[in-house]
């Protein structure tokens, strides 16, 4: 057995033990479902990171963006990542507060309405399910890369691997396997890009390499490689497809079950609003070396085929073996986090949501629910034994349904004194199905649809648009209207200024760090030396200021200086000020 083998089942066996000490200390559903709602930062701020960064990012997309994407991945602000700031301050601490069991409970409860909580739940299995498939899939192309193992041994191993310690543990066991997750990956993720650059000369000289590379010409421009045999036939058509794709991902990490429901296990408020703040920052952070590690690949080798698997022949080919070792089995971790997060709110949902299970009894709904995790897991190996891994693809497919089905109405359930249930169902409905039914039929070929059509884009308005028109043509309920009311009355014992004072130092560090030193970064050791390497600097050898590169590092500032700045006004408004009498 070689190092890389040892090593991820050497991680492997501490998951399963970890989840069995963790399953130990469930003594009711509270226990099971939310962890007991005693999560400090860290624990969130790891369960959030680790339950985003699957094999679909170690693989999916840092081989998109070796195939020909490195440069907007890495000059791209994340936008998506404003979405953990905004959905904590917009919904995820009013989901806290609501004390519910899952998200698609918080809706049931909200609109007081069984259907809308089983909509919402049948949306989780469907899509969460999906996206179970997608990373189970990445675990075992990993594996199966790496071992003796064929491709279908990789699966079943990778199933029974988060299938053990999910059914028995739940979310506590969850919330604990992923920080430790969360821990590995980033320590190897960093290792293998100050590694990788340094090898290769420093990051300049890596720059100067990837631009002069034939075979993919326009690696590292702000657009990457469009044209003729790529999705994008100019860069206007490619800025349209990020743009949505972003604004997608930045609704999902705000209302998503497998990210909002990390709220509701947080200790108070303040962890959940310290906790997004910080994930914000680090997943933004990652994402870029991740990326960036992808784009570097191609100067140890540019045709490997499939481009999912980059990273994989990186860490065997590239990286010192203990390294390598280690970023192989820090994404199995990010893999195996991810699925386990999906196996456990999918079963949840499935045991609590969708109506199936009636009965009040803890200890059979316990048994239940774990009945069900089996079942479904069961059903997602059955999928990744028929289906082809499309790692990216699949995943940019089942994560924006989030996106148009929850969006709109989840934050009109905190927002909106006029939505009502009828609105919600329908509302929820409709980001559905004009979502998943041009996905299909482009899927299939039957149609070909621009990138300004995207289906996430249009299942959100179709959302919007029925929401609102059913809002008008029906009547808020009583108990609706109650509900909303107590949701925005802040618990007493949130408000602090003392935890504000401490909450308050998460904002400053994303406006410092993401907001002023990142743009100075990619100025500085970007687009400078590309302009310089490409021969687009001005004739007295300064930066061309009016290019997209240009545009897309200054945007760093505008956007996270402006979210530092909002969430500071928020803490000190909310929970800043003086005790109610």
């Avoid at 590690?293 to 860490?315: F, H, R």
């Avoid at 006029?418 to 482009?442: D, Q, S």
């Avoid at 909450?503 to 302009?531: D, E, H, I, K, S």
Wanted: glycine letters at 8%; proline letters at 3%; one cysteine or more.
């Amino acid at each position: 057995m070689d190092i890389y083998t040892t090593t991820i089942l050497l991680s492997i066996i501490v998951y399963i033990a970890i989840g069995n000490y963790a399953g130990r200390g469930i003594k009711k559903l509270d226990d099971y479902y939310v962890a007991g709602r005693r999560a400090p930062t860290l624990i969130i701020v790891g369960t959030l990171v680790a339950s985003l960064m699957s094999s679909s990012m170690f693989l999916g997309e840092a081989g998109f963006a070796y195939a020909g994407q490195a440069g907007p991945y890495v000059l791209f602000p994340q936008t998506a990542c404003i979405g953990y700031v905004v959905g904590a301050i917009l919904f995820g601490r009013y989901l806290r507060r609501s004390r519910a069991t899952t998200v698609a409970d918080y809706f049931g409860q909200r609109f007081n309405s069984k259907r809308v909580q089983a909509l919402a739940g049948f949306t989780i299995v469907i899509a969460l399910g999906g996206y179970l498939l997608a990373v189970t899939q990445g675990a075992a192309i990993l594996l199966s890369e790496i071992t003796d193992l064929t491709y279908v041994q990789a699966l079943v191993a990778a199933w029974l691997s988060y299938t053990l310690f999910t059914m028995y543990s739940g979310s506590r066991g969850v919330i604990l396997t992923d920080t430790l997750m969360f821990l590995l990956f980033t320590f190897a993720s960093v290792g293998a890009i100050v590694f990788l650059v340094h090898n290769f000369g420093g990051w300049v000289s890596v720059l100067e390499g990837l631009i002069a590379i034939e075979s993919k010409p326009e690696l590292m421009s702000w657009h990457g490689i469009i044209g003729s045999g790529t999705y994008w036939p100019t860069a206007a058509d490619y800025l349209i497809w990020g743009l949505i794709i972003d604004l997608s991902w930045l609704i999902v990490y705000a209302v998503s079950p497998w990210q909002s429901s990390r709220h509701l296990m947080a200790k108070n408020e303040h962890v959940v609003l310290r906790a997004a703040i910080l994930a914000c920052l680090v997943v933004a952070l990652l994402q870029v070396m991740v990326y960036g590690m992808g784009g570097v690949i191609n100067l140890g080798k540019s045709d490997i085929e499939p481009y999912e698997s980059a990273t994989i022949w990186a860490s065997l080919n590239l990286l010192p073996p203990l390294l390598g070792a280690l970023m192989l089995a820090g994404i199995t971790a990010a893999a195996l986090s991810s699925a386990s997060t999906f196996l456990s709110l999918v079963g949840f949902s499935a045991s609590n949501d969708i109506g199936i299970h009636k009965n009040t009894d803890e200890t059979k709904t316990l048994r239940f629910t774990r009945i069900m995790m089996l079942v479904v897991g069961s059903v997602a190996l059955g999928a990744a034994l028929v289906f082809p891994p499309d790692i990216f693809w699949l995943m940019i497919f089942i994560g924006t349904i989030f996106a148009s089905s929850w969006g709109p109405v989840a934050i009109m359930s905190v927002w909106s004194k006029r939505i009502t249930e009828a609105a919600a169902f329908w509302g929820m409905a409709a980001g559905l199905v004009f979502n998943l039914v041009p996905k299909f039929f482009e899927f299939v070929g039957a149609i070909e649809i621009p990138s300004y059509l995207n289906p996430a884009l249009t299942g959100a308005v179709a959302s919007l648009v029925v929401t609102i028109a059913v809002s008008r043509r029906t009547t808020v309920s009583i108990e609706e209207a109650e509900y909303l009311s107590a949701l925005h009355v802040t618990p007493a014992e949130e408000i602090s200024k003392q935890r504000s004072k401490l909450t308050l130092w998460a904002p400053a560090a994303l406006a410092t760090v993401n907001g002023l030193v990142m743009p100075f970064l990619l100025m500085r050791y970007y687009v400078y030396p590309y302009q310089r390497a490409t021969g687009t600097l001005l004739t007295d050898g300064s930066i061309d200021w009016f290019t997209g590169e240009v545009a897309l590092a200054m945007s760093w500032c505008l956007i996270y200086v402006s979210l530092g700045a909002f969430a500071a006004y928020v803490i000190r408004r909310e929970y800043a000020r003086s005790k109610p009498a």
